[in-house]
């Protein structure tokens, strides 16, 4: 029973502050889902699901290509926040973040860089860029 009024009041919280679940992910609907022609992309099959190769073609199967970190960081200085890694051009890892939560960017804000994969095998989402899209 206590548990169930902890998760309403916590959903009502949420509802006020524009929180909630999309895709899995808690985020916050007044920050930006795409900005500056970036967006964020993963597999029809969920999070996590491409490789560099896989990332790239989806961009590009768009009319985009793979965001840089400068447009990354571009977009997320006016707002674009996404608490998924995804691949970016010349095969860096990394996500946006606006606001540091404890689930979300070990409290930073910024660019979160995993840096420049040597195996481009591993698995993670995408982040594209399309001015025109
Ligand atoms: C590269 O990553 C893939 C996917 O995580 C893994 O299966 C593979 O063993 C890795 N290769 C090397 C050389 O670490």
Avoid at 49 to 62: D, F, G, H, N, S
Avoid at 109 to 117: E, H, Q, S, V
Wanted: hydrophobic share 40%; charged share 20%; proline share 3%.
């Amino acid at each position: 029973m206590v548990v169930f009024i902890c998760v309403w009041v916590v959903l009502l919280w949420e509802e006020a502050h524009g929180w909630g679940f999309k895709n899995g992910i808690f985020h916050n609907s007044i920050w930006l889902e795409q900005a500056a022609g970036v967006y964020h992309r993963e597999a029809r099959t969920g999070r996590y699901k491409l490789t560099y190769a896989e990332a790239k073609a989806v961009c590009e199967y768009e009319g985009g290509r793979l965001a840089t970190y400068k447009q990354l960081e571009a977009a997320r200085k006016i707002g674009f926040h996404v608490c998924a890694a995804g691949w970016m051009a010349k095969g860096r890892v990394g996500y946006p973040i606006v606001k540091p939560g404890p689930n979300c960017g070990f409290g930073k804000t910024g660019i979160i860089d995993y840096g420049i994969r040597l195996n481009r095998s591993e698995r993670w989402d995408a982040y594209c860029y399309n001015p025109h899209g």
